[in-house]
C-alpha cells in the first residue's frame, strides 16, 4: 500500500506538468496562429504595393521607348521594348492600350504557355487572375497619360516570400517543443 502511494505522490507532479505544458502550447498555439496571419496578411499587402509601385515605375520608364514604336512605326524600337519587357521574368504577358482602348501592342514571354495568346482587357486597378496579378494602369509621360497597359504578372515571388515567412514564425514554435519533448523525460523511480 505505501508503494502505490508513492508511485501516486510521483505521477501527481508529472500530471501537473504535462497539464501546465499543454495549456502553455495551446496558449502559444493560439498568439502564433494570430501573429502569423496578422503578418501574412501584412506581407501580402506590402509585397502587392510594392509590386503595383515597381511595375508603374517600369511602365512610366519605357513610355519614352513605347512613343517611338508607336508614333513612328519603328520596328526596331518594338523590338527593344519587347527586349526591355523580356528582362523581368515575371511579366507573363504586356497588352498596351491607346486611351480609347484600341490595342496597340502585345507581348507575351516565352514561358508564358498558359496564356491563351490574346491580350487581356483593360480593367483598371490589381485584379487576379488564376494565381496570377493582372495590372492595369496608365502610362504617364510628361504627366500626361499617353496609354494604358495590362500587365500579367507572375505572383510566384509573392508566394514564395509568404511561405518563407511562415517558416519563419512556426519553426521557433516547432523548435520550442522537440526541445522540450526531449527534455521533458518522465523519471521513474523505483523503490527498494
Not at 496562429?33 to 515597381?54: D, F, G, P
Not at 488564376?130 to 497597359?149: Q, R, T, V
Amino acid at each position: 500500500m505505501k508503494e502505490t502511494s508513492e508511485n501516486y505522490c510521483i505521477q501527481q507532479p508529472l500530471k501537473i506538468q504535462k497539464g501546465l505544458f499543454n495549456k502553455i502550447a495551446l496558449m502559444m498555439s493560439g498568439v502564433l496562429i494570430c501573429v502569423m496571419l496578422t503578418a501574412l496578411t501584412l506581407s501580402y499587402y506590402s509585397n502587392t504595393q510594392r509590386l503595383v509601385k515597381n511595375v508603374k515605375v517600369m511602365m512610366n520608364a519605357l513610355a519614352p521607348v513605347f512613343i517611338d514604336t508607336i508614333v513612328f512605326q519603328d520596328t526596331e524600337s518594338s523590338l527593344e521594348f519587347n527586349r526591355l519587357i523580356s528582362q523581368y521574368k515575371e511579366i507573363r504577358s504586356l497588352s498596351v492600350y491607346d486611351l480609347n482602348n484600341k490595342l496597340l501592342h502585345y507581348y507575351h514571354s516565352d514561358n508564358a504557355q498558359d496564356v491563351t495568346l490574346r491580350p487581356f482587357l483593360y480593367m483598371s486597378g490589381l485584379s487576379r487572375y488564376k494565381k496570377d496579378y493582372l495590372l492595369s494602369y496608365p502610362a504617364y509621360f510628361n504627366g500626361d497619360p499617353i496609354f494604358k497597359y495590362v500587365v500579367y504578372y507572375s505572383a510566384s515571388n509573392i508566394f514564395k516570400t509568404i511561405v518563407t515567412q511562415i517558416l519563419i514564425y512556426v519553426l521557433p514554435f516547432l523548435f520550442f517543443y522537440c526541445v522540450y519533448s526531449f527534455l521533458y523525460v518522465p523519471q521513474s523511480h523505483s523503490t527498494a
